[in-house]
Structures are given as C-alpha cells and as structure tokens.
C-alpha cells in the first residue's frame, strides 16, 4: 500500500475578502484508499477547503498542502488528476450536449466539447465513457441530451466525467442538493455500489446532512466556524450530541441498519 498520503493540510490557514479567517490552522491526512466524509454548516469553510485541496486558493494566511508528497504541483495536472462534481456544475454544461460527449469532456477539462481545441477524442475515450456510464448505472442516457435528464441521473453522469482522467481523489460537493428523498436515495445506492468496486479513487463526500454518509465513508470530518471541530472515525466522530454541538439545534444521531440519522432531542 503506498503510504504517501493523498492529500495532506499542514496547519493551513485562509483569509478571505475583508481579513476574515475562512479556514483556521487545519491539519488534516487523507490516505490513499480512504473515503472521508465532511460535514459542516453553511459557512463552516467546506467550500473554501475543497478548493484548497484542488488548487483554485492557495494558503494564504499560513500551512502548507501536500499532494502525493508534492507542495509544487503543475495546476493543469493536478486538476485532471483531481475529480471535482459541485452541486453547481449541472447547470454549466450545455443542455443539448449528448450525454456520452459530456462524460468525454471531462478527459479535458472542458465545459463542453469542442473538438479541435485539445478535445479530440479517440475511439477509446469514447469506449471508457461507455464503460463508465455503466459502472453508474446509467449507459441507457448515453445518447439523450445532458439537459433532459434528472438530477440524480446528472448526478451520475458527472462522476463518469470526473472519472476520465483517472484521478487518484474525486470530491463530492454537496450531490444531493435539491434532490427529493426518491432521487436522493436512488443516487446513494449507485454511490454505494462504486464504493463497494475495487480500484476506485478516494472520495470525500461533502454533506450538511449525516444521513447521506454511507458506510463506505468510514472517516468524517467535522468543520466548524473553519475549524476541525472532531476528525477520525465515523463511528467515533458522528456521537449522539454532536449535532447539537455542531448546529446548535437539539438534534441527536442514531445508526440504524448501517446508516446515521439526525433525530429531535
């Protein structure tokens, strides 16, 4: 197993607009193999640390972050190399782009693809778009236009774009917004089902809900004002009261049949 961690926050610090503190002083290892939850309020710093780990902000109040052992990253690698599916992203991609032609965009960083402009896919490209329509669950969408599917359904097709490059780390924003309890279920089910595949990347899966973190999430993060509020094992992390501490509602969690749920005191 290589040892060298995924992604690796030493004591990393970020001011935003005005001097305020977004991130404050994070020290935080992912390994490689591990899927970790984060889960947090609006506000937290969920957002801001995502971009951090992604290269679009850079610490600018203290730290440093390692990727794979390297501080000094090539941004255009490091990007492909680095799956990154935002709750927003859905309504950036054309919405009469044929769903096989977005999953192939992603091997190029595109919104769109256009080729002729360093989009010039290949019949295989083509052929592990195919293979990764599958593996979501979803080839019977290859051929119909991005714009008419569901949200869960494109939910699904930008995780097998994230995926055509191979990246080593693939960071979930916050999939389910919006969705209804049907969507949202139905999704987690597929995401279930690739976490349960050997040879996938890592996943960090962004939430404010506990109930979306599956099992296969078997390390949570807990921000707070942008600060680690708890870090380790979800069984550990996601106790009775820390939703309460967390939301300053009076909420508990209890686990039934492997998944957390949020419940009123």
């Known amino acids: 197993m290589n040892k060298t961690p995924a992604l690796e926050f030493r004591d990393v610090s970020y001011v935003g607009d005005g001097g ?3 991130v404050q002083s994070i020290s935080w290892t ?3 193999g591990e899927h970790w939850a984060i889960l947090g309020p609006n506000g937290s710093g969920k957002t801001t640390l995502l971009r951090l780990a992604c290269g679009y902000l850079w610490p600018n109040a203290g730290g440093e972050i390692y990727r794979r052992g390297k501080t000094l990253v090539n941004l255009r690698e490091l990007r492909k190399s680095i799956g990154w599916v935002t709750s927003t992203l859905a309504a950036e991609i054309p919405e009469r782009e044929k769903v096989i032609r977005t999953v192939v965009s992603g091997k190029f960083a595109q919104i769109g693809l256009l080729e002729g402009f360093g989009g010039d896919a290949t019949k295989a490209d083509y052929r592990l ?3 990764l329509l599958e ?3 979803c080839a019977y969408v290859r051929d119909q236009d991005f714009g008419t599917l569901s949200q869960g ?3 699904k097709v930008l995780i097998a774009r994230a995926l055509m490059t191979k990246p080593y780390l693939v ?3 916050e999939p389910c917004a919006g969705m209804d309890p049907g969507a949202r279920e139905n999704f987690l089910t597929t995401l279930r089902k690739v976490g349960a595949q050997k040879k996938i990347p890592s996943m960090i899966y962004v939430t ?3 109930e979306e973190i599956l099992p296969l999430f078997r390390k949570t993060l807990v921000l707070r004002e ?3 509020l708890y870090a380790g094992r979800t069984d550990r992390v996601l106790r009775p009261g820390v939703l309460e501490e967390l939301y300053g509602a009076p909420l508990s969690v209890v686990k039934r049949k492997g998944r957390y749920w949020s419940v009123i005191r």
Request: glycine share 8%; net charge positive; no cysteine.
């Open 135 to 137: 593996q979501m669950g």
């Open 226 to 228: 942008g600060k680690v």
């Open 30 to 32: 992912l390994r490689a």
């Open 208 to 210: 404010h809900h506990v």
């Open 153 to 155: 359904e494109q939910q």
């Open 171 to 173: 960071v979930l924003d």
């Open 20 to 22: 305020k503190k977004i």
């Open 129 to 131: 778009a195919n293979r």
